[in-house]
């Protein structure tokens, strides 16, 4: 049984825990049983009012087990000031409705690192597809991130690649994010690999971390 952090595509007769990632646009007749609902950095804007709306509604509902994807992305989407503000907002959510936050981040890991610094908040913070240097991978622990790592693993030379060894096993956790044609399973024999472990002691491991962090009965 796999865990996965982060999907956009829910799988049919799945017998492992994805986290669907909802889209506030096209909801799903019937929500997936469990889901991620944010709003992506990259469609922030003057509208989004509606969609925190659309958020706040579906947010108190069972299967929403986190609040996300958000964040923040200095590569694509609007102004980060405009991104912040609807950041900080996913962050309130989280924290009033205690459940976890899944982050989009591109090139902004020392802004969010020092947003956790300086909000200290209770619910646990989890860099989805996370790819950045050693020197962030030990700042983001420090301040007691969690790590999600999907298609960067593929990439030999990539900073996921490296970074993944040092990731405590307790803050760890897969996701085949965006990929249609990435399997989890595929996922979890290339982190193996890069770990030197057994792919059943990884399986052990996110679930685990999945019950430590997510209240799902
Ligand atoms: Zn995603």
Redesign the pocket.
Known sequence: MFVNL???HPLKNNSGIEIV?IDLHHLPNQLPPLCSAGI?PWHVNNNSIKDLETLQRLAGQKSIIAIG?CGLDKLRGPDLNMQMKFFNVHIELSESLQLPL?I?CIKSYSEIIKLRKDYQPQQPWIF??FNASAETCQQALKHGFYFSFGNSLFKKQSKGSKAIPLIPTNRLFL?T??EKQLSIALVYQRASELLKIETSQLQAITKNNFKQLFNVD
């Open positions: 982060h999907t956009h990632n992506h994807e899944i989009h989805h597809g996701e994010d965006d």
